[in-house]
């Protein structure tokens, strides 16, 4: 910080330091519904995946009952991303600044976010995240539905098994993937992200810092240049 | 079974060969069904429900002589009835014992999550220990004869053990035991090979069954249970017989490269996730600058 701005930094931490809200309770405890959910799923899953980490369904009761609940959860998963999708989708459009967001990802990777375009409620990479899991779903639906009731299809339908076996695993890899990657950032990596989905609130501050056209929306403050 | 527990096969320092290696008899059980010979009196059926305790299921009439359309989870015997038109006009009534056929590469064990819950004993039988059973149905979608059945009640999966319980007592499966017209025979898989062959041979060259044959499918390694077919080049017509039935593809590709190339990616991201973490750290919260960033 250049000399220049010391005068201001009692005002300014204040600023910083004020509390803008991110997202509303509904969103909060949609949240931790959808997060729940797919921590028990993914737990079954590998469980049902790998011999390996079949010691995962003991932990939640035993094969039995994760094979017994495994589709229920899913279907409230389901919910909870549906309700998701009918909130955010709108913040989730990408657009043309999200394209050029995607070309400096290689700065977002190597923390050089001064490099980046601003963004807005969401930045590209969350979008991914939310479009991943939402097409991931709907492949998740229609296997897991074959997978549930597998033993009441005839033989001469036996090709939707095959297919079954093979769409739930790949996508659910998938989902791991992004999974792994959500809970990374959003836990240790970017500084209160975490605090942001249980309080719901974020500092200006930390809207300024990674969601800087947001930042400007909620603050009503002009853009610079404006 | 119990021969083969003990009989040596490696010996370390041993100078020479292995002493008695290969003395023994072939252990591998197997069950013959000479379809030509078999008239549908579907006393394997009741033999099968009287001694695994199963009540009888009601039956479906289909205008034919078949009990049901297919085994079900408590009813693992079945005499598929099938009229066949022969090429001179002739008719023939096809009947096929259909049951577990014990396959040597078990496509219900490939695809099995829980642990123990499909076995495979040294003498070919493939057993399901409903015990550890979670009724989750991969070993249906493994299975490419259509055997393991859900019971909706147990919530767990049933087939034909080729009474595993009798075998291991010395004595023959209960189908065999009742079969009146000798068409079915239990023994050693080498002898029942060659007694099946034997039979073909007599059909192909004394019964005027040109295509006679064998059916023990090497797409599955081979079964425990083979049939004699009058017409083994379409075993199609025995009630939807597999021609080469493996362990499907889809089964296959999910159960070796896509489990490996997961379980890599997954270890390899969460490494990757550490070794960001340790390599750029945290994004942290940078001060609004007076202006709000109008002045760089």
């Not at chain 2, 549908?40 to 009741?46: L, N, W």
């Not at chain 2, 009146?180 to 004394?206: I, N, S, V, Y």
Request: a neutral charge.
């Amino acid at each position: 910080m250049s000399t220049g701005t010391v005068s201001h930094a009692n005002a300014a931490t204040d600023r910083n330091q004020e509390l803008i809200t991110r997202y509303s309770l509904g969103e909060r405890v949609n949240h931790w519904l959808g997060g729940l959910t797919y921590i028990y799923l993914l737990m079954t899953g590998l469980a049902f995946w790998s011999p390996y980490l079949f010691w995962m369904a003991a932990v939640v009761g035993g094969g039995p009952t994760a094979r017994f609940w495994h589709p229920w959860v899913g279907l409230v998963f389901a919910a909870s991303l549906l309700w998701t999708f009918k909130e955010w989708r709108r913040d989730m459009q990408i657009d043309d600044s999200d394209r050029a967001w995607a070309k400096a990802i290689p700065d977002y990777i190597q923390n050089e976010d001064e490099k980046l375009p601003p963004v807005g409620r969401f930045n590209f990479g969350q979008k991914l995240f939310f479009w991943g899991m939402v097409y991931s779903l709907i492949l998740l639906l229609l296997s897991g539905g074959v997978l549930w009731y597998t033993e009441t299809l005839p033989w001469s339908l036996r090709f939707f098994r095959y297919a079954a076996v093979l769409v739930h695993a790949s996508v659910a890899m998938i989902t791991i993937g992004l999974f792994l990657i959500h809970v990374y950032m959003s836990t240790i990596l970017e500084e209160g992200s975490f605090g942001s989905m249980v309080h719901g609130t974020v500092t200006r501050a930390w809207a300024w810092t990674f969601h800087r056209t947001w930042y400007y929306e909620v603050t009503g403050r002009s853009r610079p240049g404006q | 079974m119990s021969q083969a527990s003990t009989e040596l096969v490696r010996i370390s320092g041993h100078a020479g060969t292995v002493p008695g290696a290969g003395l023994n008899r072939e252990f591998q059980v197997c069950k013959l069904v000479d379809t030509t010979t078999c008239i549908g009196c579907k006393a394997c059926e009741v033999a099968c429900l009287e001694w695994n305790g199963y009540s009888f299921s009601e039956t479906t009439f289909d205008n034919s002589y078949q009990t049901m359309p297919e085994t079900a989870w408590n009813y693992w015997n079945l005499i598929k009835f099938d009229e066949h038109e022969r090429e001179d006009g002739s008719m023939m009534l096809l009947m096929r014992k259909d049951q577990c056929m014990h396959c040597e590469d078990p496509g219900c064990l490939a695809a099995c999550p829980a642990d123990a819950a499909i076995v495979q004993y040294a003498n070919g039988i493939v057993d399901f220990q409903e015990a550890n059973c979670i009724g989750c149905g991969y070993c249906i979608t493994g299975c490419p004869f259509n055997i393991p059945k859900f019971s909706p009640t147990a919530r767990k999966v049933f087939k034909c053990t080729l009474c595993n319980d009798r075998v291991s007592q010395g004595l023959e499966p209960a189908c065999i035991k009742a079969c009146p017209t000798g068409c079915l025979h239990f023994g050693t898989k080498l002898e029942m090979k060659e007694l099946a062959q034997t039979r073909a041979d007599q059909l192909r060259e004394h019964s005027g069954f040109p295509d006679a044959g064998v059916y023990d499918p090497p797409g599955v390694g081979g079964t425990h249970v083979i049939y004699v077919l009058h017409d083994a080049k379409n075993p199609e017509l025995y009630g939807g017989l597999p021609k080469d039935p493996h362990i499907p593809y889809s089964v296959w590709l999910w159960k070796k490269p896509l489990k490996w190339l997961g379980n890599l990616a997954i270890v390899g991201g969460l490494a990757g996730l550490a070794w960001h973490y340790m390599r750029y750290g945290p994004k942290k919260v940078e001060p609004i600058p007076p202006d709000d960033g109008r002045r760089p």
